[in-house]
């Protein structure tokens, strides 16, 4: 009777877990426009091994333009697995899968979430513990829909299923509590490497929170989940420690996007409420945030705990307030202390473990209400719903599309990504240089045949191979041929591979710069085999996992066979499941309606704070823009976001850029993007705009003064411009010049000299250094024609300066000018007279090369002067080279 009536109790929670998962379970397919659609290749990618018989192949084998990648021995493989399980191995059926794991995501998330606070709690505090979880801005929309990180968001789906079996066991300990507990655990750190390491950290203070200061639970006994969960999991995670060194890790903390100094929030974003999403928009902003009603209710229910001394919350407290100062900039000393903090690549991602802390303490925001009053205890839970009302409908997508071989290939081809990551993070070490597709290759996959991994340029003449039999880590070759020759293969070496012939191992070596493997062949008829074996670490950490499962057994065996199951009185349930039903069909009813959500239509961009409509070649339109402050400092970034819409099908994968500048040839910084929006122009949808956001980087150095933004296309394969055209189709130029000046004001304080690419230190006159320079695009110039920038870096060690002009020029080696450019005093965007001691000013220049400058090696020159000058000082050597 008291099983059904608990498992009666779960009818609710499952009914919320539904209703947030609604989008997945109501609409077809999946989007491309988020990292699910690399969570969907994986996925097909791996049924495609299963399905050759390589249960665990660690090798996605198309990856890379099929020279291979061995993305499931570095990347937590859980969930692609579960997707398997759902479609039966069967990659065309991958998008359901995926979609699957999303829906189990959120049943585990809210169920755990509900069970873990119904220990201590009675059944109302439960629901909306995990309606504050479920409908967390970064659970409920940004992880699942607006990011689309599968791996990620089903790890938030168990973390709290794994916290509630922990504390269940430490509750009362047995068999099946150790089991479940340590099951959990295993699924959390197979589910994703990043978010396991913080949600198993925030496991083990909980265990010791349990132990010293709850007094609570028996020390051993208590920690087994955990020991036996890094058993269990020890040959995915500890593989990964010991052959760390076989790829390129280090990709994962590279400067730019990945840098976390570059994501922290500002309280007034995380503390905000959520932005109605504009459904006009193929990627809407949002912020992120914590959601109102969650921090709201936390308050509340920390305020309860203290005044009944529940020590568990406590821990919850303390544990939300050092995840959300980590989320501050103000953590940075910390991060930068602590270096594997920098694989978690953005301390925006604590957001996840934060909303599962601030729904437990949340719970107890009821304990202020009468008991008496069912209904106003149930009252709050519709707090959360509603506040997630304007980000209740996510963005719309269309159909997938094909999940063959064909379309991981065209995916990369397109250029999206390598390996479906974005830093190429586990590229094996011995690739110096990635190589380009191979149109062999290519063919083999549009033919949907083996693929010829074969280097049929490079046999001797006569020689033949063929192929006998491949597998996703296996390949057999009948190879004959009149003389010894290297085999050469286009796949990856990678720790493992392995080769013999006619069964005897030979030795691989690895072909540089492109690191494929090359197998010596003597002259004969053989058989050729490759294959990816097993290492001394994949051995060491397999039985690791397999003593992990023997020792799971005994200490289970040792245990009670069950366990006592108290929990909290149930209270007042009926309210409760009232007010949840009545706030999801008032959700529901809005939703269709659009009642708190925006939907821009035609040429109009609603969030742009400049309407405007420039026409651009290759069928793009800028139709706005925003520009977060117009004035900024040296060292500071300005942010601009950019409002683009498709007006025809994009015929190519434009770039774009946006300079500020002081007039169309002299630009001061600027910010670049290889895909408008992060998203391939040649995707762009005709019904919808794209947001892109932009943070122009002001540099050191950078002279006060008005500026102006000049945005632009371009194509990277040719470096030509995309013309910008009158709606009549007259061609205006090749940049939009944008109606909002900028200024840059001086910078506060004194500022550190910054180092440029080429490093001068010398005095050109009395008071006045000349740090060094950069130029674009450098010291090797190989156009036709164009203009070399020269961005000096000059240090003043005095006020008072007399004005003096700049001149530049290239000398031949016979002493022959053949480039000069001179800027007065009157020119000058921050003349010298203006220079205060210890600042730092930069100069643009440019020199114009043209084609009479013939190949060789030329020497750039710099003078300050009054006027002509008499002494010129040399800056560094210009390679001058024709294509």
Not at 217 to 241: C, D, E, K, M, T
Not at 826 to 847: A, C, F, I, S
């Amino acid at each position: 009777m008291l099983k059904r009536a608990a498992s009666h109790e779960l009818i609710p929670v499952v009914v919320l877990c539904l209703f947030a998962a609604w989008a997945f379970l109501a609409r077809p397919s999946l989007p491309r426009e988020t990292d699910a659609e690399l969570h969907v290749l994986r996925t097909a990618e791996l049924a495609y091994a299963l399905r050759a018989g390589d249960l665990y192949p660690r090798w996605a084998a198309d990856f890379y333009y099929g020279y291979g990648y061995p993305i499931y021995n570095y990347y937590a493989p859980l969930t692609y697995y579960l997707a398997n399980v759902f479609t039966l191995a069967t990659p065309t059926a991958a998008v359901f899968g995926v979609k699957a794991v999303f829906v189990l995501g959120y049943l585990l998330g809210g169920v755990g979430t509900y069970q873990m606070v119904r220990r201590t709690h009675e059944v109302p505090a439960g629901l909306l513990a995990a309606a504050c979880y479920l409908f967390a801005p970064y659970v409920f929309l940004i992880n699942p829909h607006m990011r689309g990180v599968l791996a990620e968001f089903f790890a938030l789906g168990i973390g709290p299923f794994a916290f509630w079996l922990t504390a269940r066991h430490i509750d009362d300990p047995s068999r099946g509590s150790l089991i479940a507990a340590a099951l959990a655990t295993t699924a959390l750190i197979l589910a994703h490497n990043l978010l396991a390491l913080v949600t198993f950290g925030l496991l083990a203070g909980y265990v010791a929170w349990r132990l010293a200061v709850m007094r609570d639970g028996r020390p051993v006994i208590s920690g087994l989940p955990l020991v036996f969960g890094l058993l269990l999991s020890a040959f995915f995670w500890l593989n990964v420690a010991l052959e760390g060194d076989a790829v390129q890790l280090g990709n994962l903390i590279g400067p730019g996007h990945f840098d976390f100094r570059n994501h922290f929030l500002s309280a007034g974003e995380l503390f905000a409420p959520s932005l109605p999403l504009d459904l006009g928009a193929l990627n809407p902003a949002f912020r992120f945030n914590l959601g109102v009603a969650q921090w709201v209710l936390a308050a509340i229910g920390a305020a309860a705990a203290i005044r009944l001394r529940r020590l568990e919350s406590g821990y919850f407290a303390l544990a939300g307030t050092v995840l959300i100062a980590l989320m501050l900039p103000l953590s940075l000393p910390i991060w930068e202390g602590l270096p594997f903090l920098a694989f978690i690549q953005f301390p925006w991602r604590l957001l996840g473990p934060t909303a599962f802390c601030l729904a437990i303490l949340a719970a107890g925001a009821l304990d202020w209400l009468p008991k008496e009053n069912a209904w106003l205890r149930a009252a709050p839970l519709a707090l959360p719903l509603l506040r997630a009302l304007p980000g209740f409908v996510p963005p719309g997508w269309g159909d997938f599309g094909p999940t063959d071989r064909l379309a991981m290939l065209n995916f990369e081809l397109n250029g999206l990504a390598l390996g479906t990551t974005s830093t190429g993070d586990f590229v094996p070490a011995g690739v110096d240089v990635v190589p380009g597709p191979q149109p062999t290759m290519i063919a083999a996959y549009e033919q949907g045949g083996p693929v010829d991994r074969v280097n049929r340029a490079t046999l001797p003449p006569g020689a033949t191979v063929d192929l006998l039999g491949q597998r996703t880590i296996s390949h057999r070759y009948r190879v004959t041929s009149s003389e010894d020759f290297t085999l050469r293969l286009y796949l990856f070496d990678f720790a493992g591979w392995r080769a013999s012939i006619d069964g005897q191992p030979v030795p691989i070596e690895t072909a540089s710069p492109e690191g494929w493997i090359t197998v010596p062949v003597p002259a004969g008829s053989h058989e050729v085999r490759v294959w990816l074996g097993t290492t001394p670490a994949r051995t060491l950490t397999t039985l690791i996992s397999v003593a992990g499962a023997a020792g799971l057994a005994f200490a289970a065996w040792r245990l009670p066979a069950s366990a006592r199951s108290e929990r909290a009185a149930p209270g007042n349930r009926a309210q409760a499941a009232a007010v949840l039903g009545g706030t999801m069909l008032l959700m529901a009813i809005s939703g269709a309606a659009g009642w708190f959500q925006v939907r821009s239509t035609g040429v109009v961009a609603e969030p742009a704070e400049v309407d405007t409509r420039a026409y651009l070649e290759g069928g793009l339109d800028l139709i706005g823009y925003a520009i977060g402050q117009q004035t900024v400092r040296p060292g500071e970034s300005l942010p601009v976001t950019l409002y683009w819409k498709a007006r025809e099908p994009v015929p190519a994968n434009y770039q774009v850029f946006v300079h500020l500048t002081t007039s169309a040839d002299t630009t001061w910084a600027q910010s670049d993007k290889l895909n408008p929006g992060d998203y391939p122009t040649t995707r762009w949808p005709l019904d919808r705009y794209l947001r892109d956001p932009h943070a122009v980087a002001i540099p050191t150095g950078t002279p006060p003064g008005t500026y102006q933004l000049r945005i632009g296309l371009w194509l990277r394969d040719s470096g030509r411009r995309n013309l910008v055209l009158a709606e009549d189709g007259t061609i205006l130029g090749d940049t939009v010049l944008l109606a909002m000046p900028v200024t840059v004001e001086p910078a506060r304080g004194p500022v550190d000299v910054p180092v440029p690419a080429i490093r001068v230190d010398s005095e050109i006159q009395p008071g006045i250094r000349l740090v060094g320079a950069n130029l674009t695009p450098g010291t090797s110039f190989d156009a036709p024609l164009g203009q070399l920038a020269v961005d000096l870096v000059w240090l003043s060690n005095r006020g008072d300066l007399p004005a003096y002009g700049t001149w530049l020029r290239l000398v031949a080696p016979d002493g022959t000018v053949v480039a000069q450019a001179h800027r007065s005093t009157d020119e000058k965007q921050y003349p010298t007279p203006l220079w205060t001691d210890g600042e730092v000013v930069r100069e643009v220049m440019g020199l114009w090369i043209g084609e009479d400058v013939t190949p060789g090696t030329y020497r750039l020159e710099v003078a300050l002067s009054e006027d002509t000058p008499s002494a010129w000082h040399p800056v560094t050597l210009i390679e001058r080279s024709l294509p």
